[in-house]
């Protein structure tokens, strides 16, 4: 491994690699812009119903765990642009689901896509020391007053595509779907309405 090497999992192997397939024109768009949030995507799904916080979050965490590439970081290698990918995750290696409540607010859902909005127009550096996504559960009234929660997702475009996103969240799904009918606390399994 090189000298200006980021710790990612402090007890995971390291793997460098170059990048691949599109991965080298976004890095150098990126690193020429100006604007760091140009190769970012964003979405928000809203669930309706009871949501069990620790089993979503398990359910957040093996999922991320499973998808290698988004733990990857992003360096100037000696012939290139290279890649570092810890060979194996866990999901206690992966960062806490951040929950956030504005469901006592009046505008708790404007506020919640005020917030998402932000946070995408925030930039998302490819070669920083911090994950290349973002993974927030907001919890906002509905028109009559009644909790719904806003799962958030953002990724940068190195370590995801429009495939891989879809299948990240399905996979995500899955877990929370299996998990909720083994835990009899979740026991109705949540709608999912893509906004």
Known sequence: ????????????????LPLVAAQPGIWFADQLSQQKTLYTVAHYIELAGLLDRMLFSRAVSQGLSEADTLHARFF?????????????????????????????????????????????????LA??????????????????????????????????????FTAITRRIAEFTLLSSRINPLANRPLPLSVM
């Open 76 to 124: 100037h290698g000696v012939d290139g642009p290279m890649q570092r990918i810890p060979l194996q995750c866990k999901a206690t290696d992966i960062p806490k689901l951040v929950w956030l409540d504005l469901s006592s607010r009046a505008d708790g859902r404007q506020a919640a896509l005020a917030l998402m909005q932000d946070d995408i127009d925030a930039d998302l």
């Open 1 to 16: 491994m090189s000298e200006d090497s980021t710790p990612i999992f402090a007890d995971a192997a390291i793997i460098e």
């Open 127 to 164: 070669d920083g020391d911090e994950p290349l996504y973002r993974h927030w559960v907001i919890r906002v009234p509905d028109e009559q007053g009644k909790p719904v929660w806003l799962w958030y997702q953002r990724y940068h475009h190195l370590v995801i595509d429009g495939f891989s």
